[in-house]
């Protein structure tokens, strides 16, 4: 996409390219931002979980 080329009018480029090309990137950007958030979210997700396990095998180790 960086290297993205558009077509030459009379007067400069097309404006309904250009519209659709940035249709496309907007809605590639939304998904990867969808993505971010499942991402972040399983992040926290697993990190709750870890400090849980180690509190339960402090604890654990605690009673021994």
């Excluded at 991402?39 to 095998?57: D, F, G, H």
Aim: glycine letters at 2%; proline letters at 2%.
């Amino acid at each position: 996409m960086r290297e993205r080329c558009f077509n030459q009018r009379r007067h400069g480029l097309d404006p309904v390219e250009i519209r659709a090309f940035l249709h496309r990137v907007a809605d590639e950007l939304a998904v990867a931002q969808t993505a971010l958030v499942a991402v972040q979210e399983e992040n926290v997700r697993i990190k709750n979980a870890l400090r849980t396990w180690q509190s339960a095998q402090s604890a654990n180790r605690r009673y021994r």
